[in-house]
């Protein structure tokens, strides 16, 4: 809003005649406020609902979230969090304040974690703002937003048969980034796995293919924790993870879960650091 | 792009585009009556008895002095019958502000207590003027506002304007609205399934 009345402003100072034209989008401006005010009014509600009555801070610093303006297919839209890697972050939240259900993920990170970058990609139902809230080891919570434009991420229907769409659901691969000794590794998971939302129509039969989602998946380096991952309707399907570990040489266990009570391990060998 | 080819995609790989009106995605013809097809999927350019109008023509109509009646007819979020108890469930229905909002009553066939209710709020909204402007939409591709505007059209309306691209072309450059379901419509409903 500031950013168009600014806008409007200078407009005025460059003369009567751009000042007229300029007038309009301030006009339309003042009714942008209500979307504003509602949207801001559903994040508080939201809010409240996760975090109960605790204070929620604004940062640029703690985390920061990057999805593409206008997502291409909002069934598949790609989220990148950034946060600090000092081991302060104990938490973050990924909260589709638009979605029907909310909460897309919550990632607890343990002591093998690099938190710097972790992406996924997830559904999204309606333009919406987006939420990342962190929590630090003191207990405090910090959040970022950032708005995004799709629609009907959620009811996407995947283009197949759900038989084909389970097909090998639970198999997973890892991708290991190049890496120097000493230095955290990146690590991409895909996991293959229908991650149905329960709000997609089979287009001929008109039933609905009953909610099946991952719902916890946990990383781990040895016996140390990386992440464990609370998921939701909203990741997308065949769930892409990047994220990033302190390697100490052991194989990274990979256990997920989902709704309907599927159970999957895996094991991965990262590669030796090259000098 | 990608959603029309995902739906494309689906349709072909369950080979439900012979079921669908027309094998053209471009040029699907007008059905007889109300489609009773799947709800999802490209529908006809034209409505006969109907102006067919984009969100700029919307956004002139609601400017304008003689203020359209909107009607949304978009079915609501489903939730998943599965869906876990303690999970946050919090749909929400942007659409065009001022909108009222009477979910799948495009739906074909409809129950006749329904049909008969969704004649009664027209009736009401429009103040009995058959000539009003009433602007009839849902989503993109999807059938459920054609089959609204072609009631309308049939019951003898005459200012209807069916509006294909729904809130998705809407939201592109105007500011949206959450709605609640309209009242009456909401009352008949929970009536209905408390029978």
Redesign the interface.
């Known amino acids: 809003m500031t950013f168009r009345i600014g806008q409007t402003l200078s407009s005025l100072a460059l003369g009567l005649a751009l000042a007229t034209t300029a007038l309009t989008p301030a006009v339309?401006a003042a009714?942008?406020s209500?979307?504003d005010q509602?949207r801001a009014a559903?994040w508080q509600?939201?809010a409240k609902?996760?975090f109960g009555d605790r204070q929620i801070a604004p940062t640029d610093s703690l985390v920061k979230i990057d999805a593409p303006v206008r997502a291409?297919?909002?069934?598949l839209v790609p989220i990148t969090l950034t946060m600090p890697n000092d081991g302060q972050i104990k938490a973050v939240s990924l909260i589709i304040d638009?979605n029907?259900?909310?909460?897309a993920a919550k990632f607890e990170f343990g002591p093998a974690a690099d938190p710097t970058e972790l992406k996924l990609r997830v559904r999204v139902?309606?333009?919406t703002d987006m939420h990342a809230v962190v929590e630090t080891q003191d207990g405090k919570l910090y959040e970022a937003k950032q708005f995004v434009?799709a629609?009907?991420g959620?009811?996407?229907?995947?283009?197949?048969?759900d038989e084909e769409a389970m097909k090998g659901m639970g198999d997973m691969r890892m991708k290991f980034a190049e890496t120097g000794p000493g230095k955290p590794v990146e690590a991409t998971l895909m996991v293959r796995h229908p991650n149905f939302?329960?709000?997609q129509?089979?287009?001929?039969s008109?039933d609905?293919t009953?909610?099946r989602y991952i719902?916890k998946l946990t990383v781990s380096a040895g016996d140390q924790t990386v992440f464990t991952l609370t998921g939701?309707?909203s990741i997308a399907s065949n769930p892409v993870i990047n994220f990033a570990f302190k390697p100490d040489g052991k194989p990274i266990q990979v256990a997920a879960s989902d709704?309907?009570g599927g159970r999957w391990q895996h094991s991965f060998n990262p590669p030796a650091p090259t000098n | 792009m990608r959603r029309i080819g995902r739906v494309a995609a689906s349709c072909a790989a369950l080979f439900c585009l012979a079921a669908a009106p027309a094998d053209s995605p471009v040029n699907v013809p007008e059905p007889e009556g109300l489609y009773a097809g799947p709800p999802k999927g490209y529908t006809p350019p034209t409505l006969t008895g109907a102006a067919v109008v984009d969100a700029a023509s919307v956004a002139a109509l609601m400017a304008g002095p003689d203020k359209p009646v909107l009607i949304d007819v978009a079915a609501p979020d489903r939730k998943p019958s599965n869906f876990p108890a303690g999970r946050l469930w919090l749909p929400v229905h942007p659409s065009v502000p001022g909108a009222v909002w009477m979910p799948e009553a495009g739906a074909e066939p409809l129950a006749p207590e329904r049909e008969a209710l969704f004649y009664q709020r027209v009736a009401e909204l429009t103040g009995g003027d058959k000539a009003k402007p009433v602007i009839v939409f849902c989503h993109v591709e999807c059938w459920g506002s054609w089959n609204a505007a072609k009631r309308l059209v049939r019951k003898g309306y005459t200012g209807v304007r069916w509006f294909p691209e729904g809130v998705e072309g809407w939201q592109e450059k105007n500011e949206t609205a959450n709605l609640r379901v309209d009242p009456a419509w909401k009352a008949a409903s929970e009536t209905q399934a408390g029978r």
Do not use: F
């Open positions: 339309w009714g942008a209500d979307t509602e559903r509600e939201i609902s996760i291409l297919d909002a069934a638009d029907p259900a909310p909460y139902n309606n333009y434009k629609s009907g959620c009811s996407a229907p995947m283009g197949m048969s939302s329960g709000m129509m089979n287009q001929v008109r609905y009953p909610a719902d939701d309707i709704n309907q």
